[in-house]
């Protein structure tokens, strides 16, 4: 196999009003055709950035360094921007975003924007472009091509989008592809169907790929190569097998254990203490070293070397021998609801109808965003909804907070109908916590001031006993004292995720209703969240609600799940019994569709 | 610009992960003083409105003579570096013989007092409709939309003289006028914000902790547009002073003797040929105060403006 990219000692610097950003330090890997790498690591790691390095997309100000940058025979840092430009990027590297919604431009249609840069670079005429256009279309599974070619892309769904832009990136024959979180956007049953896509283009065309992905379960499935970054460094790598089964940094072995696992019993996650490091500095230990629990004086002091672990597996530790991975699963603390809890929430054959008119005097559509669907929350448990976009979970979750009122049916807590209640009698029921932590606090208020909210709204006691019981919140998420009088954005995304939760808390509702709490946390804040809902569970016993579409997470905290396709409760049951023994098939598929790996942790015994 | 945007965005990606010790914690108040002091346009905008608004404040001990005595003796004095000029009358005198420094310090008084009370009364009636109108969208939205075509459809200098010549002139009726037709922008930019906050999750909480919709659009909504409207608020100030003296320049604004700038403008322009400062001396005035307002209002935006702080 022939060397297509290799890169040596790559640096990427950035700077900014307060100083340079050393954002990517020393990244070296090398992609052979028809091989794949896959780059693993939190935000703020420096994935994204060594890819748009690559493909000179950074940012004016950022200063790009490295001893080998190498494709195929062009030496990259020598080529001009006008010669860069015209030979590499498109033609010989393509690349895949993130978000299918705002990677095609929406006024033109898919067949201009596809034979675009083919037609213009002048390396196929117009019609022989469209042909080309119409072939890579049925290649990467769009129904019908010749006719689509015509449409604009706000008449295809994310995932067909996702497939125009791969398709797009062929157009011109590329020898490298790199894919920056290309399903991280998407459902997880169209998520597997795309990752199984590029698979098969690789293999087919021989092509190198880069994958860079948040989720180590995807790359763990997809790739031949592991790099895990952390802090802009890449800190391990070597064969995904190796890697992720066998791994040799702590950094790796603490993340593998703070994932959710579809396999085994449930347990408590491992979690990573500290944060990420501010980069502002060039690091003079280990990046790690600060919340690394194998970390030794030297850590501090001197850069770890490279150490092999048998092949080309690499791990940037003092350690010669990888610490020993503990099989030891700690047992959540929480438990579920006692027999014969009573109900706290209960709908009862909830309909929500939703209608929408082309125009003025268009004909009316009827959407149905839920249909007939019944649930009750017992108290002590949690109760997981599950279901893709459009299943109707996030409406049902309106619905069960008295936010909107149901065409039809009915919402009772602790058995008193929801519109009877007032704003503030329903508040002190259920309270909720949503997906963004950046928009679910106001930006404008300190955290004092956000958690006692609610406590003003109800007119609850005074200034000194609103003071304690916010702290007995803050003290419940463990959030330190000190960000008392904080505003949001000078906090981390877990961190706002704690105070959402006590927002909720502090006036000691019967059930939260979390709606997807960890969908735009990175791996390690997640396993701090889901430990800290167990650590609630156990403490005040409580009640919640939990939607997600992670099959892992239900399995990680979920008495029971109810799962939801298309407005309607296809299944429902004990998680542990639906998990191991699905009966419906959209179930099934959903469980199948799951990125799953199992590493085969060493026992210690 | 481009530039900073994208390093911001990426140190923003990176920031939140950062611990708090690391990140040197600036508050948003040192933030704001840091942005303050590194922004010139600004400083030297809010510099000019400040001296302008001492000015008008102590105009009584400033000038050095009565504004509104007349001497027929001293007309159309040139100012002090022409020929025939006087250190008596600095800036000359205008056809009735008035010391043109002193009409133009009180004038300052015209022009501000117009200036905020106009941008004010734009304020209270846009920022009111363009809050409703985000917030509660549907059939107000549409509604209160249409107001807002109405409004911009109509020719505003025109439809002020009208009303001023209808209603009768006086410096608070000149307010009125001038700023129940200056609410358009309040309405547009606070509607647009509107509805982007009106979507986010803390709305929702605050709903779902029983709030109703005036306490979630005073607490919730209102802070957020704070900046907002303090940036449009000194655009409507150069706006509004500069339709008093187009009022006044056309005789249906501030009536004589009262010393305004658009007046002394009109008062001037049939010697203009001959006694040039008359019109011009009034017109860097003018220009001063607009550009003061403008910049002011520039730099507030860029350093209230929440990228690369509240994301």
Redesign the interface.
Known sequence: MSIILDIQSLNIS?????GT?H?VRDVSFTIARGESLGIVG???SGKS?TALAIMRLL???ANVTATQLMFDDHDLPILSDEAFAKTIPGVRIGMIFQEPMTSLNPVYTIGRQMTEAAVAKGMLSAAAARKKAIDLLDRVGIPDPEARLDQFPHQMSGGQRQRVMIAMTLMLDPDLLIADEPTTALDVTVQAQILDLLDDLRRERQMGMILISHDLAVVAERSDKVAVMYGGEVIEQGSSNEVLRAPAHPYTQSLLQAIPHLGGSPGRLGSIP???????RPPTGCIFAPRCSHSRPECFTARPPKRAHGGDHLATCVLEQPPTLHNHVEALLGSGAKDGAEDVLVAQNVTQVFYSRKGLFGPKREIRALDNVSLSLKRGETLAVIGESGSGKSTLA?IL???SVPTKGTVSMLGKEISTL??????SF???V???P????????RLSEIIA??LE??GEGDHASRTKAIEASMELVRLPKR?LH????????GQRQRV?IA??LV?RPEALICDEPTSAL?VSVQAQILNLLDDLRAEMGLTCLLITHDMAVVHQVADRVVVMYQGRIVEEGPAREVLANPQDDYTKRLLAAAPRFEPELEDAE | MTNTNISNAVLNDADPQCDDAELGMQTPGQIFRNRVLNHRGFLIGSGIIAALVLIAIFAPLIAPHDPYVQSLSSRMLPPVWSEGGSWDHILGSDQNGRDYLSRLIYGTRVSITIGLGAATVGLFIGVTLGVIAGYFGGWVDHAISFLLTAQLALPGLLLAMALVFIIGPSIWVVIGIVGVLHWTYYLVVTRAATQRIRSQDFIAAAQASGATSRQIIWHEILPNLLSSIIVIFTFELGIAILAESSLSFLGVGIQPPTPSWGLMIAEGKQAMFYRPWLVVLPGICLFFLVIGANLMGDGLRDITSPEGRNG
Request: aromatic share 4%.
């Open positions: 950035l700077s900014l009003p307060t950003l954002a939190e935000s703020g950035l940012p004016r100000g500290g944060t990420v490091p501010s980069l502002m309106r907070l008295g936010l007032s704003g503030t009698e329903r508040a259920v309270q909720p949503f997906q963004d950046y928009s679910s606090l106001n930006p404008r208020r909210r609610p709204l109800r960000l904080t505003y949001p954005s000078q906090l981390s995304g959402a927002r909720a006036t990175d």
